[in-house]
């Protein structure tokens, strides 16, 4: 039986049956030096094992060894094919390269052609002005400074007319307090800014400016800081607005505030801000507008939150915290309040980064003890088409 096994699996049967099998997996120089020890060990097994035991053991411990070359070999051409098909990736993209180029040089006389041509939304063309438009503006995600020619010259004209008014006495905040309703409703009417319709929508006690587009369709979204028991202005805008516009709203105290806001839109029972500490519930007004109400593009925007006003303004400057997040906010009513400490110096600051930044123009100012402002939005593009331009064709 011993003797039958041996015949069988001798080690000339083995190799005549294995070495051309392994060669067909690799080049046949890559496996002699282990075949030829594990053939060895079975010419030993078969002189001196006594026994099909001992023999087997010997035979198993060969065909472990020779399982390691198939197992070397098979990596070995997967490591080749891979080796090859970078090759095959390199020299196609070699030939594409010239391919490449020219579509490259095609996309940037494009690109040179678009920045240099007429805007399609006026015969006469595009103006950059104010600021330039600098590699920080790209970096930091601020917009170009997109303005039609028409929409450029209202703008200059309106601008030159309020800072001649207001710079010489920008210094004595008490006499700019008292002198910036007459100056700004003036500037409005004598420019062409007279040319944009202001809507208003009445509270009890005061009446908020929109402007509309009568043939956008596209909802909006508005937000309210300080509800103050009054959404009579929000209702009026909810029916003058298209449908599915959305309405989000924010105030401390609970009581009615709750039930009047949630009729419109959604309420929230916190105060929004700056990033300060409050007594009161109080969020800042970027996680407010990026986490809760997931409001990046704002079409009116209404505060009356008692002070905050002074430090949300200057938030909207350029560069500032609502550029780092990518929030443009088209339209503006601020109650910028009487009696909270160095409001006036305070006024008188951010008052300054407007005229300096150039990005909203302030229309209406309708004064009690406070100022009752409305901004609009002349820097951003989608602000201008939606609501600028139907008024500067």
């Given at each position: 039986m011993l003797a039958s096994i041996m015949v069988r699996f001798s080690p000339y049967t083995l190799h005549s049956t294995l070495v051309p099998s392994l060669t067909k997996l690799g080049n046949a120089d890559e496996i002699p030096s282990i075949i030829d020890i594990s053939l060895d060990r079975l010419r030993t097994a078969r002189l001196y094992c006594n026994s099909a035991e001992s023999y087997w053991y010997h035979l198993s411990d060969s065909a472990y060894s020779i399982g390691r070359i198939a197992y070397r070999i098979v990596i070995a051409r997967e490591h080749d094919f891979l080796m090859q098909t970078e090759q095959w990736v390199t020299m196609a993209v070699k030939s594409l390269r010239p391919f490449i180029m020219i579509l490259a040089s095609i996309f940037f006389i494009l690109l040179t052609i678009s920045l240099t041509k007429p805007s399609r939304f006026n015969e006469v063309g595009v103006q950059r002005i104010g600021r330039a438009f600098s590699l920080d503006h790209i970096m930091g995600g601020l917009p170009s400074e997109y303005r039609p020619t028409k929409v450029a010259e209202a703008f200059d004209t309106w601008h030159s007319c309020l800072s001649e008014a207001l710079t010489p006495i920008m210094n004595d905040s008490k006499q700019l307090w008292g002198t910036f309703?007459?100056?700004?409703?003036?500037?409005?009417?004598?420019?062409?800014?007279?040319?944009?319709?202001?809507?208003?929508?009445?509270?009890?006690?005061?009446?908020?400016?929109?402007?509309?587009?009568?043939?956008?369709?596209?909802?909006?979204?508005?937000?309210?800081?300080?509800?103050?028991?009054?959404?009579?202005a929000e209702k009026k805008l909810k029916e003058q607005?298209?449908?599915?516009?959305?309405?989000?709203?924010?105030?401390?105290?609970?009581?009615?505030?709750?039930?009047?806001?949630?009729?419109?839109?959604?309420?929230?029972?916190?105060?929004?801000?700056?990033?300060?500490?409050?007594?009161?519930?109080?969020?800042?007004?970027?996680?407010?507008?990026?986490?809760?109400?997931?409001?990046?593009?704002?079409?009116?925007?209404?505060?009356?939150?008692?002070?905050?006003?002074?430090?949300?303004?200057?938030?909207?400057?350029?560069?500032?915290?609502?550029?780092?997040?990518?929030?443009?906010?088209?339209?503006?009513?601020?109650?910028?309040?009487?009696?909270?400490?160095?409001?006036?110096?305070?006024?008188?600051?951010?008052?300054?980064?407007?005229?300096?930044?150039?990005?909203?123009?302030?229309?209406?100012?309708?004064?009690?003890?406070?100022?009752?402002?409305?901004?609009?939005?002349?820097?951003?593009?989608?602000?201008?088409?939606?609501y600028i331009l139907q008024y500067f064709r």
């Open positions: 309703r007459d100056s700004v409703n003036r500037c409005y009417t004598s420019s062409p800014m007279k040319n944009i319709v202001l809507t208003g929508v009445s509270n009890k006690d005061e009446i908020k400016f929109h402007v509309f587009n009568k043939t956008d369709d596209t909802p909006s979204v508005v937000i309210t800081l300080g509800i103050g028991w009054d959404v009579q607005l298209p449908n599915g516009s959305q309405f989000y709203g924010a105030d401390p105290i609970y009581e009615q505030n709750d039930k009047l806001y949630s009729e419109i839109g959604q309420y929230f029972p916190l105060a929004v801000g700056h990033y300060v500490f409050r007594t009161m519930v109080h969020i800042d007004v970027i996680t407010f507008l990026t986490k809760l109400t997931q409001t990046r593009f704002i079409d009116q925007f209404l505060m009356d939150n008692e002070g905050p006003e002074y430090d949300l303004l200057p938030m909207m400057g350029v560069g500032r915290e609502f550029d780092q997040n990518g929030i443009i906010v088209c339209q503006i009513n601020a109650e910028i309040h009487h009696g909270h400490t160095d409001y006036q110096e305070r006024f008188a600051a951010v008052l300054q980064q407007l005229l300096s930044d150039r990005r909203y123009a302030i229309f209406k100012v309708v004064t009690t003890t406070h100022h009752r402002t409305f901004l609009l939005n002349f820097e951003h593009r989608e602000c201008i088409e939606k």
